[in-house]
T-cell receptor, first 116, second 116 residues
Framework: AQKITQTQPGMFVQEKEAVTLDCTYDTSDQSYGLFWYKQPSSGEMIFLIYQGSYDEQNATEGRYSLNFQKARKSANLVISASQLGDSAMYFCASLAGGTSYGKLTFGQGTILTVHP | DTGVSQNPRHKITKRGQNVTFRCDPISEHNRLYWYRQTLGQGPEFLTYFQNEAQLEKSRLLSDRFSAERPKGSFSTLEIQRTEQGDSAMYLC??????????????FGNGTRLTVT
């Protein structure tokens, strides 16, 4: 079974600064995937970034990067140069190894507020 | 790519009534998923279709819930004899199957159900 823990219910950051959103996961699988999604107030879940358990390099997508520390089972999201539009709920999710389709396990989320 | 479309956006119903939601996935996506999200929580997996075949159902999906994807395109989720505990956001997602790659899920804006 997979479990995702996001310990920060809310985070605040000043515009243009970087912010790290924490995510730890619990799995006994050797092969798995980790995802981050953004959910603005409109409700849509927007895919941000993916990290595979065998990927040796940390994933990056524009201003998003994933700080993957396999031994610590953490997959923190780093947002650089925060923008006001980054204010939203952020979810970390995992996909179990051996699961060939998108049955994701989500954490409880972190609400990010970007201040001007 | 017009995105995943869900209708209606909001539904208010009285306890005991039946409701039906519709999801139109991204056209070239053969996989379709339903998730449920309650306030302050991450989405929870309900069910999954590959083309027209429903391949997995969560234990969260009671006998009152039924999902179909008759021609492998759009899907419907019906809840019979609604209960107040069914109040939630119902999210639909789709993805394309890719060999050896965890294709990210693309979510719709969701249908928010309120049972009074």
């Amino acid at each position: 079974a997979q479990k995702i823990t996001q310990t920060q219910p809310g985070m605040f950051v000043q515009e243009k600064e970087a912010v790290t959103l924490d995510c730890t996961y619990d799995t006994s699988d050797q092969s798995y995937g980790l995802f981050w999604y953004k959910q603005p107030s409109s409700g849509e879940m927007i895919f941000l970034i993916y990290q595979g358990s065998y990927d040796e390099q940390n994933a990056t997508e524009g201003r998003y990067s994933l700080n993957f520390q396999k031994a610590r089972k953490s997959a923190n999201l780093v947002i650089s140069a925060s923008q006001l539009g980054d204010s939203a709920m952020y979810f970390c999710a995992s996909l179990a190894g051996g699961t060939s389709y998108g049955k994701l396990t989500f954490g409880q989320g972190t609400i990010l507020t970007v201040h001007p | 790519d017009t995105g995943v479309s869900q209708n209606p956006r909001h539904k208010i119903t009285k306890r005991g009534q039946n409701v039906t939601f519709r999801c139109d996935p991204i056209s070239e996506h053969n996989r379709l998923y339903w998730y449920r999200q309650t306030l302050g929580q991450g989405p929870e997996f309900l069910t999954y279709f590959q083309n027209e075949a429903q391949l997995e159902k969560s234990r969260l999906l009671s006998d009152r819930f039924s999902a179909e994807r008759p021609k492998g395109s759009f899907s419907t989720l019906e809840i019979q004899r609604t209960e107040q505990g069914d109040s939630a956001m119902y999210l639909c997602a789709s993805s394309r199957s890719r060999q050896g790659y965890n294709s990210p899920l693309h979510f719709g804006n969701g249908t928010r159900l309120t049972v009074t």
